[in-house]
């Protein structure tokens, strides 16, 4: 397995040199939102990955090398963990530096980054099936969608829910800390269903 | 011990079906796969690799079932040359050696980079701006440089021109020196095949014509030159294709020992048994 993540880290680091550019940009500056930005952005990466594997057919060279087909799967999700994790780190340091040199930047907070990388294991984990089910090109219109109904499934139940409602700041270290247990939870459950999942699509694909 | 053995494999595709395929591979040997365009080369070829599960049948290399899990480990001693070379475009010849020595145990970067040389393979120019022969060498230089017992080859030759293609029928020739490696190779170049192997199999729409000892199928078949009247007067059986040529003539592929020894006959090529085995097919 550390030979495909080697290949997808060839593939994309020519690319990665500008984005490390433009993760800095979004970074400072945005605030919170470019930290959680960048997090989930950056877990993206093994879809380019899988991109650049369609288009050369490389499933089709690893089906005759000694991979088994778990390697290939959990490849990807080990890809994205590991840039998620990256750029996780990354905004740390840069927020470490900010702080020790007192810029006069606008950050977010080490919590909002480490939520981040919940989110984008999440993220991965409801995406990546879709993936391996319906190769990257039509993945990505219904990851798309998937992320569409989602949002505004949230956003019209909350209409629903509770109309009126503002943000009390009274109850935000609530919130937090509900979020501190929820957001690794979930990202460990829906990890444990995607992965069966995943192998189950790439092994229908073949 | 065998090294390929498919037994009864079917695989169908809805347009297109492999059909009851069997076909062995003793170890040692080198085996040509012929067939036109759509003939099922390919399909046999990830079926024997298990990159395809068949509809039933079963199959084997190196003595392992190839749907059990221990065929992975198997794989380590098979190297595959595919039609093209599926390296993403981005990658140079360096970065694949490294991929290639994280994924094969027995992986030898010495051997590697002196394939590289000897194909006079750029080290650091990436994939994209590689023309098709190079890119087929360098699957090639991959495949060798593992140590491999057996070769599978898929079209490899093609896009090569004539002397490099040489030398590497030449390497294939070296590769089956060592009494356990073997060799199945598929292409439409069939004097590449004539040249290189002792056995040809001969895939048409899907279904085995034969599997033969090149020798022996050589032997066995004859190509009778002369009029329409004395191909009449031969045995039916004994005429396994027949074309019409100028001035009331025929050229007819026979098996001559069902035609009088007196009958004076040129020896076939490989690629004019297989053309006039079609012919014979598509009459049936």
Redesign the interface.
């Known amino acids: 397995m ?2 495909l993540i ?2 997808d880290v ?2 994309l680091w ?1 690319q990665m040199r500008i984005f490390l550019f433009v993760m800095l940009v979004i970074m400072v500056g945005n605030g919170t939102f470019g930290s959680v930005f960048v997090v989930i952005w950056c877990a993206m990466l093994p879809y380019t990955a899988l991109a ?2 369609e ?4 499933d ?2 690893a ?6 087909p778990r390697d290939i799967v959990l490849s990807k999700y080990v890809l994205g963990w590991l840039c998620a994790g990256g750029a996780g780190a990354f905004t740390l340091a840069v927020q470490a530096a900010i702080r020790a040199f007192h810029l006069p930047l606008e950050i977010g907070s080490p919590f909002a980054v480490l939520m981040s990388f919940c989110a984008s294991v999440c993220v991965l984990a409801i995406t990546l099936p879709l993936m391996f089910r319906f190769s990257v090109e039509r993945g990505r219109m219904v990851m798309f969608l998937a992320i569409f109904l989602v949002c505004g499934g949230a956003g019209a139940l909350a209409s629903l829910v509770a109309p009126d409602s503002k943000p009390v700041p009274g109850n935000l270290p609530a919130l937090l800390s509900m979020a501190a247990v929820l957001v690794p939870a979930a990202a460990a459950v829906l990890t444990a269903v995607s992965i069966p999942l995943s192998l189950r699509f790439y092994a229908a694909r ?1 | 011990m065998n090294a390929i053995e498919l037994s009864h494999i079917h695989k169908s595709f809805g347009g297109f079906a492999i059909q009851d395929l069997s076909l062995t591979v003793p170890s040692g040997t080198i085996c040509g796969l012929v067939g036109e365009n759509g003939a099922g080369k390919s399909t046999t070829i ?1 079926l024997l ?5 068949p509809d039933s049948g079963a199959a084997a290399v190196l003595g392992t079932d190839v749907s059990s ?1 221990a065929f ?2 198997v ?2 001693d ?1 190297g ?1 040359v ?1 039609d ?8 140079n010849a360096l ?1 694949a050696g ?7 145990r027995q992986w030898e970067q010495s051997a590697y980079e002196d394939y590289l040389n000897r194909f006079d393979l750029p080290e650091k120019k990436p994939f994209k701006d590689f023309s098709r022969g190079m890119k087929m060498k360098l699957a090639i230089a991959a495949a060798l440089s593992h140590r491999p017992k057996l070769l ?1 080859l898929d079209e490899a030759t093609s896009g090569l021109d004539p002397i490099v293609r040489d030398e590497v029928l030449e390497i294939f020739n070296e590769f089956t020196r060592e009494e356990d490696h073997s060799i199945l190779i598929s292409s439409h170049i069939v004097s590449d095949l004539e040249k290189l192997c002792d056995y040809i199999a001969f895939l048409h729409r899907g279904r085995l014509l034969f599997c033969e000892e090149k020798d022996r199928l050589l032997e066995e078949y004859g190509v009778f030159v002369g009029t329409a009247e004395q191909a009449e007067s031969l045995l039916p059986e004994a005429v396994a294709g027949r074309e019409a040529k100028d001035y009331g003539g025929v050229r007819a592929l026979v098996r001559r020992n069902l035609v009088p020894e007196t009958l004076a006959l040129e020896r076939p090529t490989v690629e004019e048994i297989i053309l006039f085995t079609v012919k014979g097919e598509e009459k049936r």
């Open positions: 550390k030979a080697q290949k060839y593939v020519k650049y594997d288009r050369c057919k490389w089709q060279m089906a005759m090398m000694p991979y088994a073949q | 990830r690799m298990g990159a395809l599960r899990p992975t480990r794989k380590e098979v595959v595919l093209e070379a599926y390296f993403p475009e981005t990658l970065q490294k991929i290639m020595a994280g994924t094969y599978v």
